[in-house]
């Protein structure tokens, strides 16, 4: 253990749902509350907040309701990528020497219904959203039919990875959607981006999700099971990637920024796809979590069909996937989503997950994906 | 009688009985699209050069839309309660671009990926000032219809 080294000492969840009247700041409190509660440090104790957000301008007033203590407190955003980045700022913080114990939060509270937006806020003309193409659904559905006609991947393998999802959730008690359902049930819903249908997505909502930092050389004052944080990554797209939210692509493509966020995550901390207990990955649709699999390292092209057939990603599988159930079973609230990908790896590394534990766990990894084409990888080690 | 006007400036050839799509190219051959005035090469902006792109190509993936899409920013002439579910495809254009469209057939079983497709401009809304706005769009090539147009 170096002086640079950070550990996450205490994690907060505030469920994701719907919770009317109740506001975004509001639930980021109830997130903080219980992540400094878990940690055993006192609101005052924290010298930085790194709080994310899509649909709160200035996430960091949640000083507000916590204590007006005069901390920097800094909003931040990267998209779906933003939990990572937030938790990523408030570790390099403390890797700098700027501060010992710092706070990450994120929080959110989206309206009903598919994200809706300028063209313009993503760097694209107003036409492309006059004719109906700045849906970022279209590139979900565009991509994974594509992959499953290269890979053969069938109809019922995204069947399996949505009921997967549900089963989780349902023995999750934090879990936004927590009703069973069968593939057969799944693949009878209808289709909403051909070949992707109503219950292989998840949807947006509402919740918060906190984690408090410190110097990993002072994390025994706080708590006998620290969390050390080994890798932090992020990449935006290159030339050639296939990527959300575009009206043209180069024939010659790339690898999706993920790949190499998670080539880099695996490097920095010294470890590869084999020494990952438990996974976290972005499933905005079952089609994603499919492709992630193999763009993380934990599969080739096409193994997924017999992983899934086989239950290899169940929790009581060789590799499980979204053990909480992962987006489609808890939503995005998008500023939180990435924490609660952290709250869920650090809880099954200390042995807290309950029904839903994973043997063993000693090591975590977590992955984002979202627009303009940004990928987070996050790798967590007890 | 009002006018058709392109839904955007430089999207395509218009009026045109065969209209093409307008791409930009920079010297180092890249194509960019939708077109632009200007990029950096090697680090130099440099103005681009307009060129119309080939007119069919093989679709290299597809999905269909179910609901309409929220408006604004969508700006068709539909209702939610007229709306049709469309279909959107990425169609390469063999030695220039894969390029995003709507797709003139909607059904997902009508369609595979390595169809032959042709560019369209179909009428789409009605502009601020009363005209009809024209979208481009690809439709599938019939079986057996020659390549004499590409």
Redesign the interface.
Known sequence: MTSGDVAIIGVGLHPFGRYPGKSALEMGEDAVIEALGDAGVQWPDVQALYAGSMEVKNPEAIVGLLGLTGIPGRAVFTGCATGATSLAMAANAIRLGEHDVTVAVGLDKHPR??F????SVSGL???F???????T??F????I??YM?DHGISHLTLARAAAKAFRNGAANPNAWRRKVLTPEEILAS???????RQFMYCGPDEGAAAVVLCRADQAHKYTSTPIHLRASTLFSRREGAFELL??????ESAPSPTVFASRAAFESAGLGPDDVDVVQLQDTDAGSEIIHMAENGFCKDGEQEKLLADGDTEIGGRLPVNTDGGLIANGEPVGASGLRQIYELANQLRGRAGDRQVERARVGYAQLYGAPGTAAVTILST | MTAQVPLAESLFTWPAERPALIAGRSSDGKLVFPYRTHRLVGGVREELERVELPRRGRLWTFTTQRFRPPAPPYAGDDTPETFQPFAVGYVELEGALRIEARLTEADPEKLFIGQEMELVVEPFGVDADGNQTMLYAFAPVPEGDGDDQR
């Open positions: 219904g598919a809706s937006d300028h063209p003309p107003s036409w959203g006059e004719a109906g193409l700045f849906l659904t279209h979900f559905g565009m991509k039919n594509r006609h209808p289709v909403l981006n051909y070949p992707l575009s009206p043209s692509l180069p024939i």
